[in-house]
């Protein structure tokens, strides 16, 4: 445990064993006595207001199109035109290159990046960029903006 809390940079020389007692218990959501990477990093992603979480599923209800769950290269033929994409034109990529390079952005972690965002992967992505916005409206804009919905 405390080597983890130093490898993502917190002193664990600054928390008392007790504290850090504490901490565990709380981020051991199933109460397995270890912690799992998942725990973990759940407990360090900024969590979303209800409202903002309302306006995440409201976008990714609109450009999911083929209803398969997940936002996938087949949904965004309509708003994102990978084949004006200079790489693209040069021929040194194929359109889907593009669109799944475009759906990796929003897969934070690692290990489920296969180039179809769940609304999971999608809200842990806006997570972070939502504790830059200090309202709903900017933030609703700016989610809309990046899938080019008005
Ligand atoms: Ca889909
Ligand atoms: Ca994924």
Same mark, same amino acid.
């Given at each position: 445990m405390k080597a983890g809390m130093r490898a993502i940079g917190l002193s664990a020389d600054s928390v008392s064993d007790a504290e850090l007692e504490e901490v565990f218990k709380t981020l051991d959501k199933d109460g397995s006595g270890s912690l799992n990477l998942n725990e973990f990093m759940n407990a360090l992603t900024p969590s979303l207001s209800t409202k903002r979480k309302e306006i995440l599923s409201a976008v990714f209800r609109k450009v999911e199109k =083929?209803?398969?769950?997940?936002? =996938?290269?087949?949904?965004? =033929?309509?708003f994102y035109i990978a084949k004006h994409h200079p790489a693209v034109v040069a021929g040194r990529k194929t359109e889907e290159d593009i669109k799944t390079e475009f759906l990796n952005n929003f897969? %934070?972690?690692? %290990? =489920?990046r296969d180039g179809k965002v769940t609304l999971e992967e999608f809200e842990r992505y806006y997570a972070e960029i939502s504790q830059g916005c200090d309202s709903d409206e900017k933030f609703a804009t700016l989610v809309k903006n990046t899938w080019d919905l008005y």
């Open positions: =083929t209803g398969d769950g997940a936002i =996938t290269a087949n949904d965004l =033929t309509r897969e %934070v972690d690692k %290990v =489920t």
